[in-house]
């Protein structure tokens, strides 16, 4: 099993930044792909980004590129991800997921653990 845990979520101005973290513990060994997740009132749970747990190769949404970046530093066994220029659209509640596999594009049904998530509000 691995645990994961997010910080770093509240409320920010339109135009302000946040960076998130996903705190990972337990059988870290075994996660290949960590993720960044979002979940808005009424809609469904919509990719932000992913990373190489051990490579670094990242792959982004369209909606976030150029103002968000995912990071990890497996000494901490830590992911990050960094949001710039925030905007209404941005306000959600983010999760980060760790899967066992890796592949360009790791789908939602393919992350294989889930942290509770961390609300992100941003106001105009």
């Known amino acids: 099993q691995v645990q994961l845990v997010e910080t770093g979520g509240g409320l920010v101005q339109a135009g302000g930044s946040l960076r998130l973290s996903c705190a990972a513990s337990?059988?870290?060994?075994?996660?290949?792909?960590m993720g960044w997740f979002r979940q808005s009132p009424g809609k469904e749970r919509e990719f932000v980004a992913q990373i190489s747990w051990t490579g670094g190769t990242t792959h982004y949404a369209d909606s976030v590129k150029g103002r968000f970046t995912i990071s990890r530093d497996n000494t901490k066994k830590t992911g990050y991800l960094q949001m710039n220029s925030l905007n209404g659209e941005d306000t959600a509640v983010y999760y980060c997921?760790?899967?066992?596999?890796?592949?360009?594009?790791?789908?939602?049904?393919?992350?294989?653990?889930w942290g509770q998530g961390t609300q992100v509000t941003v106001s105009s």
């Open positions: 997921a760790a899967a066992s596999t890796w592949k360009t594009v790791v789908t939602r049904d393919e992350y294989d653990y």
């Open positions: 337990g059988r870290t060994f075994s996660i290949l792909t």
